[in-house]
């Protein structure tokens, strides 16, 4: 199967950092992509994963281990405006599975 | 660029009306998507097209019907609408770099379209 598992929610402090999970029971797959979603908006991207290993861009690292299922999200700094959903999708040629999300809220 | 456009943003039908979500993109992606997402979910992919005049089913596709005629416009046709097809509905697209494993690059989606069948 492609199941995907995401933590539902996570509270942090402003300023920490904080470390999102995703498992999933496939393989095959191109690449794993993140995701952010601010609540009643559309997804926005914010990182991808080909090959194992980190992958940083400012303040957002993605990590995959294919041998190991999984990948995760790390943040840095965190901000009030980082509150929001994070969606882990997984890439199969032109499809896309996406996993659940979790549910970060910062709070000051 | 306006991106990803999605019409309309919010509608409201009767049980067993029909309707069409209009999905335009500008930026000559030759992927297309609809997903939809239900309160608290990801997204759950609903058809999509590698091209114009190609489509191909997702995860959820009972219930609706697409059509690409044209690299720009991806809508999405609801015949008979039930309660259970209250969500959002998003429209993505995506570039093909062309290379053997058909990697993508990200996603572009749209504002979404809420809809709430009574």
């Known amino acids: 199967g492609q199941n995907i598992d995401q933590p539902t929610e996570m509270t942090a402090t402003e300023g920490a950092i904080v470390q999102i999970n995703c498992t999933y029971q496939?393989?095959?797959?191109?690449?794993l992509f993140w995701y952010q979603q601010h609540a009643g908006e559309a997804p926005t991207f914010l990182s991808y994963?080909?090959?194992?290993g980190l992958e940083e861009k400012g303040r957002f690292s993605s990590f995959l281990s294919r041998s190991k299922g999984y990948s995760y999200l790390l943040l840095k700094e965190l901000q009030m405006k980082d509150s929001a959903s994070y969606l882990c999708?997984?890439?199969?040629?032109?499809?896309?599975?996406f996993g659940p999300g979790t549910r970060l809220s910062v709070l000051p | 660029n306006a991106g990803v456009t999605q019409t309309p943003k919010f509608r409201i039908l009767k049980i067993g009306q029909s309707m069409t979500l209009q999905c335009a993109q500008d930026?000559?992606?030759?992927?297309m998507y609809w997903y939809r997402q239900d309160p608290g979910m990801g997204l759950k992919l609903i058809y999509y097209?590698?091209?114009?005049?190609?489509?191909d089913k997702g995860e959820v596709p009972n219930g609706y019907n697409v059509s690409r005629s044209t690299t720009e416009d991806f809508p999405l046709r609801l015949e008979l609408a039930a309660p259970s097809q209250t969500s959002v509905y998003f429209c993505?697209?995506?570039?093909?770099?062309?290379?053997?494993?058909?990697?993508?690059?990200?996603?572009?989606f749209g504002p979404g379209t809420r809809l709430l069948v009574l």
């Open positions: 993505a697209s995506s570039y093909d770099r062309g290379d053997k494993i058909n990697l993508q690059e990200t996603q572009y």
């Open positions: 496939t393989s095959g797959f191109n690449g």
């Open positions: 994963n080909v090959l194992d």
């Open positions: 999708a997984v890439n199969y040629g032109q499809n896309f599975v």
């Open positions: 930026m000559n992606h030759n992927y």
């Open positions: 097209s590698v091209g114009a005049g190609i489509t």
